[in-house]
């Protein structure tokens, strides 16, 4: 599986946006899923991962 860099930043401006969903990341195997709605399927994604 390909290892993704992941960037720590504090802030986030994005224009454009479709939609905004809230999701939690579940184990799927030794690495982790999320589930979206179908409409998404081959569309490009951003998680961002928000301190609790």
């Known amino acids: 599986m ?6 720590r930043r504090s ?4 224009k ?3 939609c ?3 999701r939690t990341v ?3 195997g030794t690495s982790g ?3 979206f709605p179908k409409e998404f399927i081959g569309k ?3 998680v961002v991962i928000a301190d609790e």
């Open 33 to 35: 899923r999320i589930d």
């Open 26 to 28: 579940k184990p799927f």
């Open 11 to 14: 802030t986030l401006t994005l």
């Open 44 to 46: 490009k994604v951003f």
């Open 2 to 7: 390909k290892k993704v860099k992941i960037e």
């Open 20 to 22: 905004f969903l809230e």
């Open 16 to 18: 454009g946006i479709k």
